[in-house]
């Protein structure tokens, strides 16, 4: 059974950091591309940050350049969203994304941040 469990999430001011961990299991983690995506109230859902399953290269939205990263450990299947800077408009529901690249999509059932000014 495939999981994405996210974690991490929760209530912090503006400027704070927090961390953000993506556990997954039930696939060959190392072979999916990972990425971390958001949605805020009555929005869509955006792409925040991904990484690839080989080499690791990274890619970030405009609107978290220099102050997220990305990284995953492949020895405990989890991958995580570093958070620095946070900002008001960063409050969303952070979804975890397990893409093979060829057809087989995972998602996690997301967990809240919530940045207050």
């Known amino acids: 059974q495939v999981q994405l469990v996210e974690s991490g999430g929760g209530l912090v001011q503006a400027g704070d950091s927090l961390t953000l961990s993506c556990a997954a299991s039930?696939?060959?983690?190392?072979?999916?591309?990972m990425s971390w995506y958001r949605q805020a109230p009555g929005k869509e859902r955006e792409l925040v940050a991904a990484i690839t399953s080989v080499g690791g290269s990274t890619n970030y939205a405009d609107s978290v350049k220099g102050r997220f990263t990305i990284s995953r450990d492949n020895a405990k299947n989890t991958v995580y969203l570093q958070m620095n800077s946070l900002k008001p408009e960063d409050t969303a529901v952070y979804y975890c994304n397990a893409d093979s690249g060829w057809g087989r999509l995972y998602w996690g059932q997301g967990t809240q941040v919530t940045v207050s000014s």
């Open positions: 039930g696939f060959t983690f190392r072979r999916y591309a």
